[in-house]
């Protein structure tokens, strides 16, 4: 049964910093490219970051460049996203999803995790 589940959300004050993971189970996660999105309140999901099957290709949307750092570790099937000065508008619901095709389309993931809140305030 494939799963991913993620962890490490929570409440942050802006400036702070919180290192999301996503485990993988039930399939082999190092021929899937992984991506990391996120729902605010109101709002459509958005991609957020994404790294090739290898891990040597990475994106970032450009709200979260040089602040996203996005990883991942095929041996023990987890994937990172280590995000730093945090802003309120980062606040939503952060999803890790897998898939073969990728890429910066949602319809090129198969598998999502259930998500994990991330608020931003002070």
């Known amino acids: 049964q494939v799963q991913l589940v993620e962890s490490g959300g929570g409440l942050v004050q802006p400036g702070g910093s919180l290192r999301l993971s996503c485990a993988a189970s039930g399939f082999t996660s190092s021929t899937y490219n992984m991506g990391w999105f996120r729902q605010a309140p109101g709002k459509d999901r958005e991609l957020v970051s994404i790294?090739?099957?290898?891990?040597?290709?990475?994106y970032y949307t450009d709200s979260v460049k040089g602040r996203f750092t996005i990883s991942r570790d095929n041996v023990k099937n987890m994937g990172y996203l280590q995000m730093n000065s945090l802003k309120p508008e980062d606040t939503a619901v952060y999803y890790c999803?897998?898939?073969?095709?990728?890429?910066?389309?949602?319809?090129?993931?198969?598998?999502w995790g259930q998500g994990t809140q991330v608020t931003v305030s002070s």
């Open positions: 999803a897998v898939g073969r095709t990728g890429g910066i389309m949602q319809s090129g993931y198969d598998y």
């Open positions: 790294i090739n099957w290898s891990g040597r290709s990475t």
